[in-house]
């Protein structure tokens, strides 16, 4: 190959750059020009494209977000919207791309790769940590480490007034987030979309628990699992304990990334660069216990990822 892209798409996620530098400088390094693609599947259609050096990347891995930025593009889910897309690229003579996303930011590049037959690799890039086939997504550490450092604050609070707080993170489908966080910061209860929770039950232990002397609880409530601020009115009036909601938002998404997303999202963009520089496509790069491996794309957007019944066991253990 003579000329790569990069794209960053759908929700952004601390370490995104850092993948996008390997890719970047590891092309560089194989001799083959590097395009980087602005606004995500959007960019692609409204020809946002632009050659980058070595010096385009510079600054870069300490820093959250995306460079490249990104958007949603309801376009590029059209034949007409991939059919621009595509000949933007081929304008440039660009023969193959690295796309860092999730589940449906690689799900669209499955579609351009199977329409055009353009080499396609992806990285999981998504906080949610859903991607089938890995074990680590990009952001996801970064993410946690943010909502942790929340719920030890939240904790002081809760504990000075002898309240309940429940804490809304994100996971509109996967609870991921909720449950490791939830664990590492010893809430007391965590609710997660893949498991069903009885609310009476929950607030009867809650009042016995506070009968017994408790000073605080900490509820930790995927927002795909329930209304948090609906569901704290309830418990209120359930247990007569007061009762506060805090909803993270997008502070979940940003800040500079982890070593960890630093060193595993440079490793993913270096393995994705050379992988399409070597010919391979379809591929999407993860990790398995702690290795770098490579999985089927049309695997990786066809099956879906469940939480691990391990984390489930292991909260209400240690609840």
Request: proline residues 3%; negative net charge.
């Amino acid at each position: 190959m003579e000329a790569i892209a990069v794209i960053t798409s759908g929700g952004d996620s601390p370490g995104m750059n850092a993948a996008a530098r390997a890719v970047v400088r590891t092309a560089l390094y194989e001799g083959v020009r590097v395009f980087g693609v602005r606004n995500g599947y959007k960019g692609l259609i409204n020809d946002d494209i632009d050659e980058l050096s070595s010096q385009s990347v510079a600054d870069l891995i300490q820093r959250g977000g995306t460079f490249l930025g990104t958007a949603r593009s309801e376009k590029f889910r059209t034949p007409e919207g991939r059919q621009t897309a595509y000949n933007n690229i081929r304008a440039r003579n660009i023969e193959g791309l690295v796309i860092i996303g999730g589940d449906g930011s690689l799900r669209g590049g499955a579609s351009f790769s199977k329409e055009y037959n353009i080499p396609i690799v992806g990285l999981p890039g998504t906080i949610d940590n859903d991607v089938w086939g890995t074990d680590y997504t990009i952001g996801a550490d970064t993410a946690a480490n943010t909502i942790l450092e929340a719920i030890n604050k939240l904790r002081d609070t809760a504990s000075a007034h002898r309240r309940i707080i429940a804490v809304e993170v994100m996971g509109r489908k996967s609870g991921w987030l909720a449950m490791t966080t939830g664990i590492a910061g010893g809430a007391e209860y965590v609710l997660v979309p893949e498991v069903k929770f009885d609310l009476d039950e929950m607030c009867h232990e809650l009042r016995e628990s506070y009968d017994r002397g408790k000073r605080y609880s900490i509820i930790v409530v995927a927002e795909g699992a329930c209304d948090a601020i609906g569901l704290g009115t309830v418990v209120e009036e359930k247990t007569g304990i007061d009762t506060r909601v805090s909803v993270l938002g997008h502070i979940q998404r940003g800040g500079s990334p982890t070593v960890e997303d630093r060193i595993k999202a440079s490793m993913l963009g270096e393995k994705a660069a050379l992988a399409l520089l070597s010919g391979q496509t379809n591929k999407v790069f993860g990790f398995d216990s702690g290795k770098p491996v490579a999985i089927d794309l049309f695997d990786a957007v066809n099956n879906k990822k469940t939480l691990d019944p391990e984390l489930v066991r292991l909260a209400r253990v240690l609840a």
